[in-house]
């Protein structure tokens, strides 16, 4: 059996995704490939697309919220008339060519863009393979309806159903298994223990800020406003790859107890160590924290599917939101002074959490090759008699 799984570099999530399912199969001796889908058709198009997305993200926000928005409002289609289908088209050449020579049993995407491309190869060529999607947001983006001919997407969770029918999708397409995380989030480890090995305080509560994989936002000046707060805590600061946020962290004078990290492989043990998280929306550190129970303050979300999340997450009560009239420091300050809040937000959490997605979808993944295996070989056995 041959699984191959299409991603796209525009942040950190889809690539994360596709190597926790990887992980698995392998797990499972399962034969399974990576491809970076732009990198692979084309390496300047593929640069232009995730440095496009690190600039827009951080020094043009509000190009891209509108960018977003215009394509929430555009008329929504799946025909082979749209823009979108046309350009998918373009690029669908070198990826056939990909796909008739490993021949895949089950092909599963992270990213939509990958969607769509498969999407047009199949209506103008089929294609033998099942076909996989996997949402790695709490929201569909809004090209997913470009896709409802592939065979299955995989939703964050069951409230999800009803956005996947309004996108097109049969409720036998949709299987609400949740965004796959490394399998290490479904582990504990108990808090004490690793807040000692960080020379913590083992019984004080204990704060998570992270500002993602690339460090966004000003996150000395965050630190800052948590010390100004009148509680009893210590804090956790991650600055992901941000250098210069670090520095500045670590050139404050501490008024709390404090432990500073630039880019971690630790964060599932840091999640254990706190009571609550400070974080962006992303999709793939929200999911995380929901394995690991955490509930969730958020700060600093990128304009279009972080800004769903948010809405998502509020929601469902399973994390509060940082605006200008709620600062951090009343958020921090409202679940501190209410544990019964917090443990209505860990019931919340409890009903949208899926720890086990990348088990669940390997599990399902295997399967469906299995028996897309068996009929390629019955085809052949047929075609030599």
């Known amino acids: 059996m041959r699984v191959l ?26 034969e399974c490939r990576i491809l970076d889908t732009f990198e692979y058709i084309s390496k300047p ?35 082979e008339k749209s823009n ?74 069951d409230q999800l159903g009803y956005q996947a029918k309004k996108k097109g999708f049969s409720p036998e397409q949709i299987l609400p298994m949740g965004i796959p995380v490394q399998e290490k ?37 965050t630190v800052e406003s948590l010390y100004a707060l009148d509680a009893d805590f210590q804090l956790i600061v991650v600055c992901g790859s941000n250098e210069k946020a670090k520095e500045e962290v670590d050139a404050l004078p501490h008024k709390k107890p404090t432990v500073t990290f630039g880019w971690s492989r630790e964060v599932d043990r840091l999640m254990d160590a706190a009571d609550l998280i400070i974080t962006k ?19 600093n979300p990128i304009p279009g599917q972080e800004d769903r999340n948010t809405e998502f997450l509020l929601n469902q009560g399973a994390a509060l939101a940082v605006t200008d009239t709620f600062p951090l420091d009343e958020a921090v300050w409202s679940l501190l002074s209410s544990p019964e809040r917090v443990a209505l937000m860990r019931a919340a959490i409890d009903r949208i959490r899926r720890p086990n997605a990348s088990a669940d979808i390997a599990r399902f993944v295997m399967q469906l090759g299995e028996v897309n295996e068996q009929v390629k070989l019955h085809a052949q056995m047929n075609h030599q008699s």
């Open 5 to 30: 799984i299409l991603s796209v570099t525009a942040g950190g999530g889809h690539n994360s995704t596709a190597q926790a399912i990887k992980t698995v199969l392998d797990n499972h001796a399962v």
């Open 45 to 79: 198009l593929a640069k232009t697309v995730s440095e496009g997305y690190l600039f827009i993200t951080s020094k043009a926000k509000l190009a891209f919220e509108e960018g977003y928005r215009l394509a929430e409002r555009r008329k929504r289609t799946a025909d």
């Open 84 to 157: 979108t289908r046309r350009n998918a088209k373009l690029l669908s050449r070198k990826l056939r060519r990909y796909l008739v020579i490993y021949d895949p049993d089950v092909i599963i995407y992270t990213h939509i863009f990958a969607g769509v491309i498969l999407d047009v190869i199949k209506a103008e060529h089929g294609l033998r393979a099942k076909t996989v999607g996997i949402l790695t947001d709490f929201v569909f983006h809004p090209y997913w309806e470009e896709a409802v001919h592939l065979d299955y997407v995989v939703t964050a969770c």
């Open 185 to 221: 989030f479904t582990a504990h480890t108990d808090a004490g223990e690793v807040r000692a090995e960080l020379g913590l305080d083992r019984e004080k509560t204990t704060l998570l800020l992270m500002g993602g994989s690339m460090g966004y936002g000003n996150i000395a000046a």
């Open 281 to 299: 929306p992303g999709g793939l550190t929200t999911s995380e924290s929901l394995a690991k129970r955490l509930p969730m303050i958020i700060v």
